[in-house]
């Protein structure tokens, strides 16, 4: 009887300080599990220091890695979206370079994962990152799930298992900006938890600057939410409410005895307003227009590949 396969995907991007490390825990982590036959895939994400050289190097000693190489660096969301595409195992863990998520936990989400769970994601309980970091982060999830009315996991990571049958599910989803820990909660089956202490970077910087940071939560709140501009619309309707009866009021109680003109002045700043928020409800009606289109056309390629090895 054949042994089932597992995929380990490791995005890489200019990570030649740490892809030694990340290489040798994860193998060694892989070795002990042997009721299992195990690849180990890079996906580098057009590296410009020495990290594919790296994994050309490990490629070519260790029968058990392999390689996909971009033609250019395409980001974060598209880099772990489409290695979860590309999985050929019974299942797939994916390990980032930055060894933050230690390897060492892969044994629990393969248990797990054969107590019959689709999906195994890793949550932070804590992080040895910023405290700073860590709060804002916090406070985007709040957001998101209350704001936004996006179906999120606080604290998730996309240090994570997928089942084959998952995989497939990814494999047939189009979309140019995806957003993976919103699908996992939207298609996903059967998901389990393991919560860990994240470490701090192995090694180097992060690639992480707060411009993609930002990119990160707002392809998020685009690509999973359309809740936004419909609270934008009732927000406006009672602000509409509120000024036409503060309007009322005050010709009520206080326009007697006002100039003419300060009448007329007021008349007009009341209509302007009012005028204003009733085109509020328009742009928000667009925007649902707007995201209801976009979700229908984004068929266009993740990721433009330069090669692949042993793949």
Known sequence: MSKKLISVVVPVYNEQENLPDAYSRITNVM???????YEIVFFDDGSTDSSRSLIEEYCSTDEHVKAVLYSRNFGY???IFY??????????????ADL??????????VAEWEKGAQIVQGVKKKSKESPFLFFFRTIYYWMMIVVFGVKLTTHATEFQLFDASFIGVLRSIRDSHPFLRGIILEYGQKISYISFVQ???NKGKSKFSIGKYYDFAINGIVSSSDRLPRRIIVVTVVLIAALIIEAILFFIFFARGMAADRIVLAIIIH????AALVGQIFISFLLEYIIGVSKNVVDKPLVVEEGRINY
Do not use: W
Request: charge should be negative; charged fraction near 25%; include cysteine.
């Open 199 to 201: 470490d701090r970077r």
């Open 100 to 109: 933050q998520n230690p390897p060492e936990l892969i044994p629990e989400f």
């Open 271 to 274: 209509f302007i307003a009012i």
């Open 31 to 37: 070795k002990g599990l042997t009721e299992y036959d």
């Open 77 to 79: 969301s598209k880099t």
């Open 83 to 96: 290695s979860a595409q590309q999985a050929k195992g019974d299942c797939a863990i994916m390990v980032h």
